[in-house]
């Protein structure tokens, strides 16, 4: 079935959203790979046109050196410079270099003799250029001379040519200095299309331009982005960024002076403008993605409603449905998948509109006795307090709660208690209640009444007849059964105005009549604040346990033969930080009732964990025994929980003993023996406290996997004094001898009580007599201190002869 949020919508734009997703991806995969394959080739082409434009210039650079050279012989085979060198006509060699450098263009010019001695110059302080074309012409001597050389003089870059002077002897040099200006940077940029620039560093170590293609604004950016390019290099060149145009570039070293720093000639290409040619492709590519989704849209759009449009007409369908419209019939005129789900669809309809009347039928009624259920009294008690409301007629509640019916349960079966809670409704009907009342079965073996124009006082007798009924024993086949039951009185106005108000005052009352088997009570606000007091004495045992608020007492258990301390029993105690100690009485019933109880037995299994560890560790093998509660022996997990504490402290299961009171295992027999039968599985020694004072001990005594019997101290109290209790524990010890169990008397408060008992055969004893509970953390010490008790002058009166 749809479920009934179901948007067709929704699916239908999930559906479009999933083609034009996968397209989406397709083309953004494309497109990268296309940008990709495009930016890589377009650097490799741009790597190509700059290893050529190297060539082209290092070719230029040598073709303007050769150039230079000859216009500079030029000067050096004249006729008349050579004579007027040779005749030393100084005036005249000035006016020849001047004249010559200014017709071939140089920008430097001088002569030297043939020991590089300066004789003209066209520069004053010519030291510089002295040096340089004496480097050259020392080039030339060695056979080594360069097609050019370039040399930074003053901070330019200069093209420098040394020709000799023959007569025919060589007599001098003539050297000229050409510097590099941007014609000859330009030449090269109409030549290749590159940007060229010269890089000279400064002793800082700081590069600048010093001539350049670029415009001169730009070669302050240009140095700082050749000093930090955007790499160092690689198979596409160096790449760098000048004022947000990326370049690639390659750099070329020019010959220059021995130990000083080369001109670098920087060859650049803008990779922005190389890539223009293919961005039109870039956005041809992007519309064509445009269209292609545009086209998916609608494909996808006409698919996903050829889809969802059958499943609208079932999500409408559903809707009916959820609104409780199980009429309209379901069309199932669809083909494939989607005609099967609507014939489904159709017959689940039929199915829930059948199941509907059934279902309306038992959501007000109990299917077991045919009673109104909770929520049909509910609504009556709501209706009758209206009418409270409007005309001042009061009403009653009357909630009713059979006693023992779970121990019926337990010993014949859930089918008879079935049956039974219909003979007690029906004897309610027929016997207690009149035609106008309302009876209903709220939950269990708790009935409710409705009693109209009724208030508390006249209720009290109804509720008399109720529990007159419960008098007689109900018989159902073969099996008499006698029961009882606490009945809660509750009216409106009187105690409540709404519904939910007094049905829970009603049950407040109903569980003060079962606690105090006092048959009816009314409704009272005494019982409220005996609630809240359980509640802070719950809030207050849970801080107890959390603040380290309770104690560990220990009374020892010794053996009668011996003298021997053998173990002793765990108590707990709480000092409350106001009250001081608050005795065990006064909380522990309290928290068996509320089911607190385990967590105090797991904080006293806890503590007498450790205790048993560190008596052992003391040399001390006792044996150390805790109390178990009804609702700790109903706790399945109780084995479990043990295990673990046991495997923690490293405890041996036979020194932990567990007491178990009789009336503990007869609230569940079967429940409580399970229980046991795993705890004696795992070795821990189980003991049977207050023997003697339960209804069916002898019954269920021989079926327990239990290792001792505890006599209930009120025996062992009177026995000096009362010849019958002697008589009751004798038999006692006698029966647990037989069945091979240990008797272990409490409430030893004399010596006579310890003769009597060892006279009887009675293995170990504790009490007064012996040792109150002590802390635990002193009872290493007691035991080190104990010395068992002379009883030889003790006589046992003579009417207990005949017991021995």
Request: charged letters at 25%.
């Amino acid at each position: 079935m749809l479920p009934a949020f179901f948007n067709p919508e929704k699916l239908q734009t999930r559906i479009v959203a999933v083609y034009l997703g996968l397209l989406l991806v397709i083309q953004a995969a494309s497109y990268w790979f296309i940008q990709d394959s495009i930016d890589h080739n377009a650097r490799t082409a741009i790597r190509a046109e700059l290893t050529t434009s190297e060539r082209v210039f290092l070719r230029l650079l040598g073709q303007n050196n050769a150039n230079l050279d000859q216009a500079t012989r030029v000067l050096s085979a004249d006729y008349g410079f050579r004579s007027a060198v040779a005749s030393g006509d100084q005036e005249t060699v000035q006016s020849a270099l001047v004249n010559n450098s200014d017709r071939i263009h140089a920008n430097l010019a001088l002569f030297t003799d043939n020991d590089f001695q300066l004789k003209a110059s066209t520069i004053p302080h010519a030291e510089h250029f002295l040096a340089a074309v004496r480097r050259y012409a020392q080039q030339m001597q060695a056979g080594g001379a360069q097609q050019y050389q370039v040399e930074v003089i003053d901070g330019q870059p200069y093209q420098i040519v040394a020709v000799p002077v023959r007569a025919p002897a060589t007599i001098g040099w003539v050297g000229m200095g050409f510097k590099i200006d941007r014609q000859l940077l330009q030449d090269m940029n109409n030549l290749s299309g590159m940007e060229v620039a010269l890089m000279l560093r400064e002793n800082s170590g700081d590069w600048r331009v010093s001539v350049a293609t670029m415009d001169a604004a730009k070669w302050p950016a240009l140095a700082a982005a050749w000093e930090k390019p955007i790499n160092d290099g690689d198979a596409q060149g160096v790449s760098m960024r000048v004022g947000g145009t990326e370049y690639s570039a390659l750099p070329v070293m020019l010959p220059g002076a021995p130990g000083q720093s080369p001109t670098t000639a920087l060859l650049m290409r803008s990779v922005d403008k190389a890539l223009e040619p293919f961005n039109q492709l870039k956005f041809k590519l992007l519309l064509l993605t445009a269209v292609g989704l545009a086209v998916f849209a609608m494909g996808s759009l006409v698919t996903a409603r050829r889809i969802t449009t059958p499943l609208r007409v079932l999500s409408s369908s559903a809707r009916r449905l959820e609104r409780g419209d199980y009429g309209a019939e379901v069309r199932t005129a669809f083909k494939g998948e989607i005609g099967e789900l609507a014939q489904s669809f159709e017959t689940m309809r039929q199915a829930i509109q059948a199941r509907e009347g059934e279902i309306r039928r038992l959501a007000y009624q109990d299917a077991l006795t045919d009673l109104p259920n909770r929520e049909q009294f509910r609504h009556d008690l709501r209706q009758a307090i209206q009418k409270t409301d409007e005309d001042g007629t009061p009403c009653a509640v009357l909630l009713l709660d059979m006693d023992r019916f779970k121990h019926v349960n337990d010993v014949l079966g859930h089918r008879f208690g079935d049956r039974l809670l219909r003979a007690v409704a029906e004897r309610l009907r027929n016997d207690a209640l009149t035609e106008r009342d309302v009876l209903a079965r709220l939950s269990g073996d708790e009935f409710a009444i409705l009693l109209q124009a009724t208030d508390a006082k006249a209720a009290f007798p109804v509720a008399q007849r109720i529990l007159a009924a419960f008098e007689r024993p109900i018989t159902l086949d073969d099996h008499t059964v006698d029961l009882g039951a606490g009945i809660g009185v509750a009216s409106s106005p009187e105690h409540g105005v709404d519904a939910d108000t007094l049905l829970s005052r009603a049950e407040v009352a109903m569980y003060a009549a079962k606690q105090n088997q006092s048959g009816t009570v009314t409704y009272h606000p005494g019982l409220d604040s005996t609630s809240e007091e359980s509640l802070t004495m719950l809030s207050e045992l849970r801080s107890a346990v959390d603040q380290d608020q309770l104690r560990l007492f220990l009374q020892p258990k010794i053996n009668l033969r011996t003298g021997e301390v053998l173990g002793a029993e765990a108590l707990v105690r709480w000092e409350h930080p106001v009250r001081g100690m608050v005795p065990p009485m006064r909380f522990i019933p309290f928290a068996e009732q509320t089911g607190f109880v385990r967590v105090l037995t797991m904080w006293m299994i806890e503590q007498v964990a450790q205790m048993s560890h560190s008596l052992t560790e003391q040399g001390m093998r006792m044996k150390l025994a805790v109390n178990l509660s009804t609702r700790d022996l109903m706790d399945q997990e109780l084995p479990n929980k043990l295990e673990k504490v046991l495997e923690r402290y490293s405890i041996e299961p036979g020194l932990l003993v567990l007491e178990i009171t009789e009336s503990a295992i007869m609230d569940d027999p079967q429940r409580a023996l399970q229980t046991l039968n795993r705890l004696h599985t795992m070795g821990l020694k189980l003991s049977i406290d207050d023997f003697g004072t339960g209804y069916s001990s002898l019954a269920y005594l021989k079926r327990l996997p239990v290792d001792e019997l505890k006599i209930d101290k009120s025996f062992v109290m009177n026995m000096e004094s009362d010849l019958q209790d002697a008589k009751i524990v004798r038999s006692t010890v006698d029966l647990a001898h037989n069945l091979g169990l240990t008797v272990v008397a409490e409430g030893v408060e004399s010596a006579k009580s310890w003769k009597l008992l060892d006279s009887l055969s009675c293995d170990e004893v504790q009490g007064y007599f012996i040792a109150k509970p002590m802390p635990g953390a002193q009872f290493a010490n007691w035991v080190k201190q104990w010395t068992p008790p002379d009883t030889t002058h003790e006589h046992l009166p003579s009417e207990f002869a005949d017991m021995f």
